[in-house]
């Protein structure tokens, strides 16, 4: 295979790992943002542990493969991304490492202070993650300020209007992604908790994800290519209707459906952004000439040969492996029975 | 302070933490999978009660060595990117490999064995606990591979002012990174097997437990024994090619100015780097050359024959050597000591009661030990990243230190907190013992 299809195909892989990412852990960052309303005793937060317990973690290291991935594939956009937006990723490594703490820790301890500090641990570390990658994700679709000399852009300037809408986008649907898998895993009181909640959040979701795009047409160079093939178009057309379809399921009480819809709309979401990106992996909002794009940032062709066989070895037997968990573990949790983390 | 120096500190620190949780995590694992096996074999409930009690102790370090290790996998984008874009393209791989090899095995099944207590057959958790052992090891693997090429480095070539992979076969069969590798993970199993000697001297001189404690005992003193003689035997040939390869670091482990044949092994100096002497206090003659070369009078180079600026912090590595072999020695005589009692059966007799009141303080030795192994080989590397080819003073992130300081003192600040809790928990944990009410759901479970 030539360089330049090796390195095509490892531009689509390294979005295949990051919606993967999205998608595996997406309720358990809306559970773990609804946790502290939603929980109101010692065995309601057992049975939201165990709902999430099993999984979560398996689904974090997606994370750290896209993280591997670009670092192996394209190491001067790893090398760039984490430099340029340095505080950004370390926003994120924080609340990565206190969402872990939070949840694991909660119940070693039944000192009142112990439990209650943790649980709010939990909670905002679990907003923070959504948010601070809603952030960045939606710089990388608006462009950065990439100059000559590296990045010119300030960190508040990371912050503008349309990445917080971009990290709504995310809070909104993992929440709603947390609902429904608390409907398809758990049973009792806690169902109807979070049902009130979807009740805004699924709705909430169709308005974001809209004005999302309409920003994005307005500022962003990401439709530029959907303009010269009108046909692309239907992707970002599918993300919207799958938001409908998750109102839609929420109300229809139909939730493995629902939670199906917040995978769609993380797939399609994903993909308009990164078809729009396409071929810039770190695109320059200042001069195309400084954005890093998948040809003159990715490695040798034997790395990316080599790397493509690991790939196509081990993803499929990972996959494989977790979705036998996801069946293992496939009785619902109930309220009366659940023992968390203990 | 410059980004530079922040940067060095903050990974310096980081990467200690890191390796805190890190060695008892690959220990202790081990020691889990032997025995949920056993209770496979055997069906005996004392291994199901084993195995939840270790298991939990496990299960709360194992966070930690996670969590920490994001911080790793981040920072070298964050903080070195210069030396991630000369690099990328070999040191990328195993990394990307040690998450879609290891960390996936490692995290997955890790849930299947914490919240199938009560759903799975023993054939299951075993397994569970078995591909956990599995993927925690070889991650170390992958990780030591890459760190060996900055040792050692193989297998490249320079294109355009970047290293490139020429032969991934010779970075997988990097000597460097096997003898790391072997001394490394061996090295944690020393720490794993007095971690469990430890709790379980706690409660035999409390005479609680007894049955469930001895035979922990038992397991544990014949791994610490296997670890702690195999480490330094690895060690002593990871010396002599350490001589070989990188010889500016051999000579700073020994603090040896002069080359020359028959060097002797210090045990007591002052290494004085601005006059590029020692003060020697008791010195072993030809010790020095017949570790490094199996030569009593073989040639060892001295610091003087390599430009200064391509020297590492003699001290120091002198030192943390000194440190770690000390340490070492010690852990073989408490570990055969420990057979010995045991096999004669004095274990549990009051005039060897010292012993066991010995053996708690020593669970933080193998920690100092093997911090100050990878001082050794870190420090020792400097002044370069990758040894011959890239300074460390090239490979940092142009980021303003304002940043760094930012980063680091979170980290510090969050650090901290995370040590004191686990800490907190692995004492209160340690000393509560096994939990009678999982036992008997243990026994339902297995009849």
Redesign the interface.
Known sequence: MSHSLLANIWFVLWCVIWVAYFIFDSYTLGIGMMFPYIAKNRQDRNQLQ?VV??????A??WL??A???????F??V??????FL??P??LA??A???R??GL??MH??DHPMWVKSLKWTFGVASFFIPVVLGVLFANLFYGLEIGK??MEGSLLGLFKPYAILGATVFVLTFLNAGVAWIHVKADGQLLERANKIARVTAPSLVAALAMFFVATANRTPIFDRFNEMPILYIIPTIALISSMMVVLFVYKKKYLLALASTADVIIFFFATGFTGMYPNMLPSRLNDAFSLTLHNSA??Q??LQ??FI??CI??PI?LA??IW?HY??R?RVTNKDA?G?H | MDALLLSRLQFAITVFYHFLFVPLTIGLVIFCAYVEIQHVRTKNPLYRQMADFWGKLF??NV??G???G??M??Q????W??Y??Y???????P???????A??LE??????W???????SPK?RATAMVLVAIGTNLSALWIITANGFMQNPVGYEI?NGKL???D?FALMTNGYAWRIFFHTVIGSYIFGAFFVLAVSAYHLLRKQYMELFMKSFKIGIIFAVFAATATPIIGHFFGNYTAKQNPAKAAAMEAVWETGEGIGMPLLIIPHEKEEKNTEILVLPKVGSLLFTNDPNGKVIGLKDIPKEERPPVAMVHFAFRTMVILGTLFMALAWLGAYLYKTGRLLQKKWSWYLKVLIPSVVLPVICINAGWIVTEVGRQPWTVVGLLKTADSV???PAS?VW??LG?LVV?YTV?LI?DT??MV??AKKGPEIHTTEEGVDHVA
Do not use: C, H
């Not at chain 1, 317990?53 to 398996?58: A, L, M, Y």
């Not at chain 1, 993280?67 to 594939?73: D, E, H, L, P, W």
């Not at chain 2, 070298?76 to 903080?79: D, E, I, K, M, W």
């Not at chain 2, 990394?95 to 090899?101: G, R, S």
């Open positions: 165990e317990g099993p999984f979560w973690n398996g974090e290291v750290i493969t993280g591997g991935a670009t670092f192996a594939a190491p001067a790893y090398a760039d991304m984490f430099s340095y505080v990723f370390y490594l924080f990565l490492i206190f872990a703490v694991e820790f070693k301890d000399n590296g490695s040798s034997k790395t080599i790397m690991v790939a081990f993803v990972v492996y977790q968990t293992l573990f009785e023992k983390y | 299960s709360i966070v930690l996670i969590v920490t994001i911080t996998e981040f070298f984008g964050t903080n990117s210069e991630s874009k690099m990328g393209d070999i040191f990328g791989s990394l990307a490999i040690e998450a879609l090899v960390f996936f995290s997955t099944f890790l849930g299947v914490l919240f199938g207590r009560n759903k799975f299951v294109v490139v992979m020429d991934f992130s142009p980021i940043q930012f980063s979170s969050f995370l809790m907190y928990l209160k944990f």
